[in-house]
Each structure stands twice: as structure tokens, then as C-alpha cells.
């Protein structure tokens, strides 16, 4: 889905930084979603955000913040209070939260600590 | 919380062979259950999906069935290739929390040639 763009695909993080992983859509979607998936695992979300200036907290919401002043762009930062941060994050968008349409998702970025 | 259970979490299958995976779901509020297929280091991609007024759909290879009743829904890949060869991931939705699309934990499919 050449529609989300997330950045940076690599991103290395020093402890007692705050790092921020950018993704911008041209979908025109309404909802904006932020996962994170570890070795093996599913994806669990982080935040989501169904209008612009409005998120909600998802299941890990600790030690993360999302910002949404723009339609098209959802920036995470992974905050010095998240102590294990080491995962691929995955950005997702979708027309809106609460009709059935499929998410679309980025191509991730895989954070780690230095 | 609600969750969604997804069995087997890896697969190894003969080239030709049929692949199926099950998933359950907690919330029976849930009415869309769409499947994804993530190969290694690349984006979910959405390969079929379900709507709870249907009880299956199929593309090509590709089939979902859905029983509400028992809450669980299944992937079925017939004459398996080995481009089949991915992580495969259930969801569910509902109307519980917020609309909020549940994962199961993905399964390993490995196609063998």
C-alpha cells in the first residue's frame, strides 16, 4: 500500500531519549492506527486516532505519545519511560474506525536500543 | 479483555497440499474478521476478509468460513505454492472498546517444494 509512508525504517534509540517515528498517509482515511509487534507475536496497538486533534489509548499506550494535527500524519514517540522499546512498530490507516474496511498498513520501522 | 485466539502457530505443509488455520474470538460483538499475510519484514497485507452476515467467502485459493454460534472463523489455502509461505494473522472487530480490531498471534506457514 504505496498510500502510507513510514520513517525512518531503521531507528536506533540511546537510553534517556525520546525518539519520534513519523507516517504520513494519502489515503484520505479518517483512522490512524500504531502497533507494535514483537518476534513471534501479533500486533498489539499502541494508539489510535479516528479524527484529526482526537486518539484514544490502546492496550500498551504506557511510555508512548501520538500527536494527529494533520489528517494525513500520525507521528508515535517512544518516550525515555519505555523501558523495553526493541520492536517493529507498524503504522495503519483506515476509512474509518468503526465501519468494516480492512486496514492498510506501512512498512514499518524497526526501532532498537544502542 | 476481549481477545482472539489463533491455532496452529506454525504450519509445515507439502507443496500442493491445503493449509488451515482457526481462529476464535471472545466478543461476540465482533463483525468483521479480515485475514492478513506478513512476510518476513514486510507490511501486513490484507488477503480476504469476512462480514458477520456471510458465512463464507472465497477468492481464487483463498476461503474464509465464519460460525457466529461458536464464535471461530478459519482460512483455508488449497494447492499451496511456496510463495504461500508467510506469517498468516487473524483479526476480529466489534463494537466492544472503541471498534478496536483484535489480533490473533499469527501463524507460520511453511510451503514445501
Known amino acids: 500500500d504505496g498510500g502510507i509512508t513510514q520513517s525512518p525504517k531503521y531507528l536506533f534509540r540511546k537510553e534517556g531519549q525520546n525518539v519520534t517515528l513519523s507516517c504520513e498517509q494519502n489515503?484520505?482515511?479518517?483512522?490512524m492506527y500504531w502497533y507494535r509487534q514483537d518476534p513471534g507475536q501479533g500486533l498489539r496497538l499502541i494508539y489510535y486516532?479516528?479524527?484529526?486533534?482526537?486518539?484514544q489509548k490502546g492496550d500498551i499506550a504506557e511510555g508512548y505519545s501520538v500527536s494527529r494535527e494533520k489528517k494525513e500524519s500520525f507521528p508515535l514517540t517512544v518516550t525515555s519511560a519505555q523501558k523495553n522499546p526493541t520492536a517493529f512498530y507498524l503504522c495503519?490507516?483506515?476509512?474509518?474506525?468503526?465501519?468494516?474496511?480492512?486496514?492498510?498498513f506501512g512498512d514499518g520501522t524497526r526501532l532498537s536500543i544502542l | 479483555g476481549e481477545n482472539v485466539e489463533q491455532h496452529p502457530s506454525t504450519l509445515s505443509v507439502q507443496e500442493g497440499d491445503s493449509a488451515v488455520i482457526k481462529c476464535t474470538y471472545s466478543?461476540?460483538?465482533?463483525?468483521?474478521f479480515p485475514w492478513y499475510k506478513q512476510e518476513l519484514g514486510k507490511r501486513p497485507q490484507l488477503i480476504i476478509d469476512?462480514?458477520?452476515?456471510?458465512g463464507e467467502k472465497k477468492d481464487q485459493r483463498i476461503a474464509v468460513t465464519l460460525n457466529k454460534t461458536a464464535k471461530h472463523f478459519s482460512l483455508h489455502i488449497t494447492e499451496t505454492q511456496p510463495e504461500d509461505s508467510a506469517v498468516y494473522f487473524c483479526?476480529?472487530?466489534?463494537?466492544?472498546?472503541?471498534?478496536?480490531?483484535?489480533f490473533g498471534a499469527g501463524t507460520r506457514l511453511f510451503v514445501k517444494a
Open positions: 495503519a490507516s483506515s476509512i474509518d474506525v468503526g465501519g468494516n474496511q480492512p486496514q492498510h
Open positions: 489515503l484520505n482515511h479518517d483512522a
Open positions: 486516532s479516528q479524527i484529526v486533534n482526537d486518539f
Open positions: 466478543d461476540s460483538a465482533s463483525n468483521y
Open positions: 469476512i462480514r458477520s452476515n456471510v
Open positions: 483479526a476480529a472487530r466489534g463494537h466492544t472498546g472503541g471498534f478496536k480490531t483484535i
